[in-house]
């Protein structure tokens, strides 16, 4: 596989799904989940942090006791993750700016054969912590659903942190269009805006081919 390196010499792409990734919206409705678990002692508790834990309190909890699940996703209930009525799966963040007030911080679905997982920006801000969690999430994603070497990932990982930091600085203004970062599967990310949901905000988004059974 070969990994486009430079960011503005990759190939922009107008993709039909991007529908489905706008759609995706932000929601400020949704409680975090409070579990009732007593909290391991901190000597005992792993020292890696999950991708959903944006509070160090929250971090101390073990993970959530959810029902066995068939979703190709549901190894995201350990990162924090809840799966919502429709089957995607949300990280729920609290607003700091606002007291009382949650929104969608990651989403990924499965649409068509493909995976689209955004990190939404509220009003085009990213939130302390959130670039590089947000990496994170697509790498996983990548690793587990990608036909790809190590040598391979981290080309991919240099792209997006490349794209997300240009996102950070105001360089990458949003756009319609999506970005290749792997060329043989068409793997693509794009920054845009959000095309409905209560608040007003963009989001980074990939689009990556799952593996054909």
């Known amino acids: 596989m070969n990994i ?10 107008q993709i039909s799904a991007f529908t489905a ?45 959810t029902k066995a699940s068939n979703s190709l996703l549901s190894y995201l209930a350990e990162q924090g993750f809840t799966q919502n009525q429709e089957g995607s ?5 609290n607003d700091p700016k606002k007291e009382g007030r949650y929104f969608t911080l990651f ?6 054969g493909r995976l689209i997982a ?10 302390q912590g959130q670039e590089n969690r947000s990496l994170n999430f697509f790498m996983m994603l990548i690793e587990r659903h990608m036909n790809t070497t190590q040598e391979n990932r981290q080309g991919i990982r240099r792209y ?11 360089k990458i203004k949003p756009t319609r269009r999506g970005f290749l970062f792997d ?25 990556i081919s799952l593996p054909k059974s």
Not at 4 to 13: D, E, K, T
Not at 89 to 93: D, K, L, P, Q
Request: glycine share 6%; hydrophobic share 40%.
């Open 183 to 207: 060329q043989p599967n068409r793997a693509l990310v794009l920054y845009h805006t959000l095309s409905s949901g209560n608040l007003k905000g963009t989001g980074i988004t990939i689009n």
């Open 107 to 112: 989403k990924v679905k499965q649409v068509d």
């Open 4 to 13: 486009i390196v430079r960011l503005f010499g990759a190939i922009a792409l």
């Open 89 to 93: 799966w949300v990280c729920y963040a």
């Open 160 to 170: 997006l942190e490349a794209f997300v930091s240009l996102v950070k600085q105001g």
């Open 21 to 65: 990734m706008s759609s995706m919206a932000m929601s400020d409705t949704k409680p975090l989940p409070v579990y009732t678990q007593e909290a391991p002692a901190v000597s005992q508790r792993k020292t890696t942090q999950r991708i959903c834990s944006l509070d160090p309190i929250e971090d101390l909890l073990p993970p959530p006791q």
């Open 118 to 127: 955004s990190s939404f920006l509220d009003e085009g801000s990213l939130i």
